[in-house]
């Protein structure tokens, strides 16, 4: 039994060094507003383009500005979205996303979220086009067919 306990905690520990790395490289506090004390992990992108933390409003009024929106719904707790943090981050530094907006959802708080959008698993990624979801995928870890999810939107 301890040496079982001993594996979930490594895992759980390496998800959360991946999930801050990824985020100390693209956090923007003056962006986040005062309610930048969210979970380190909501922050995945980086310089070319940024991972904010989903508020309904802004989300709203960006699918309504017909622009490409991004979501990864997260947990802290899960793996496979550690492991798409980095991608996410790398992806989002590239030009061709520059004009997109990209929220994290949080899986464990945001029901009203993933009701509306039928989200029934944390690691899900959508993409919006126009305003309405032209793509979905859920615990993707490959880079290239993320990268792929994410173009259908450009």
Request: charged share 20%.
């Amino acid at each position: 039994m301890q040496v079982r306990t001993g594996i979930v905690v490594s895992v759980a520990a390496a998800a959360l060094v991946v999930a801050l790395v990824a985020a100390s490289e693209g956090f923007d506090a003056h962006r986040a507003g005062p309610t930048a004390a969210a979970p380190v992990t909501a922050q995945v992108g980086g310089a070319g383009g940024e991972w904010h933390d989903y508020l309904a409003p802004a989300f709203t009024q960006d699918l309504a500005s017909h622009k490409t929106v991004l979501v990864a719904v997260h947990a802290s707790w899960c793996t496979d979205c550690a492991a798409q943090a980095p991608i996410m981050a790398r992806l989002l530094q590239e030009p061709k996303f520059d004009e997109v907006a990209a929220y994290v959802v949080n899986f464990d708080r945001e029901r009203k979220f993933l009701s509306a959008h039928k989200v029934r698993q944390q690691s899900t990624l959508l993409v919006f086009k126009d305003g309405v979801e032209v793509a979905r995928s859920v615990a993707d870890t490959s880079e290239a067919r993320i990268r792929a999810l994410f173009e259908q939107g450009l």
